[in-house]
């Protein structure tokens, strides 16, 4: 069994940064793809950021590529989630999953086998 634990959301101001992270515990972090995804009060749950395992490539959703970078610590397990230049419209729960095997997107939700609890990022204008 994989569990994901998100940390590090918070209240901002705009044009501010956060860095979530997501702690893997059952698997070995380096062996999945590993996204990043949000969803804000009324909306569905959207793509943010991708890395691919095998590769370390990584996707970004068009709203946030140049603010926003995903990258793993293979040694400790752990992904991160670097939020800068921060707008209101990044206000959501922040949601950690995990893809054990390539299921032909890295985009939809329906990809990921494994999803964490969620952290909440407010930014403030």
């Known amino acids: 069994q994989v569990e994901l634990v998100e940390s590090g959301g918070g209240l901002v101001q705009a044009g501010g940064s956060l860095r979530l992270s997501c702690a893997v515990s059952g698997r070995t972090v380096g062996r999945y793809s590993m996204g990043w995804f949000r969803q804000a009060p009324g909306k569905e749950r959207e793509f943010v950021a991708a890395?691919?395992?095998?590769?370390?490539?990584?996707l970004y959703a068009v709203s946030v590529k140049g603010r926003f970078t995903i990258s793993r610590d293979n040694a400790k397990n752990t992904v991160f989630l670097q939020m800068n230049s921060l707008k209101p419209e990044d206000t959501a729960v922040y949601y950690c999953?995990?893809?054990?095997?390539?299921?032909?997107?890295?985009?939809?939700?329906?990809?990921?086998?494994?999803w964490g609890q969620g952290t909440q990022v407010t930014v403030s204008s």
């Open positions: 890395i691919i395992w095998s590769s370390g490539n990584t």
């Open positions: 999953a995990a893809q054990s095997y390539y299921s032909g997107s890295y985009v939809s939700t329906k990809s990921y086998d494994y």
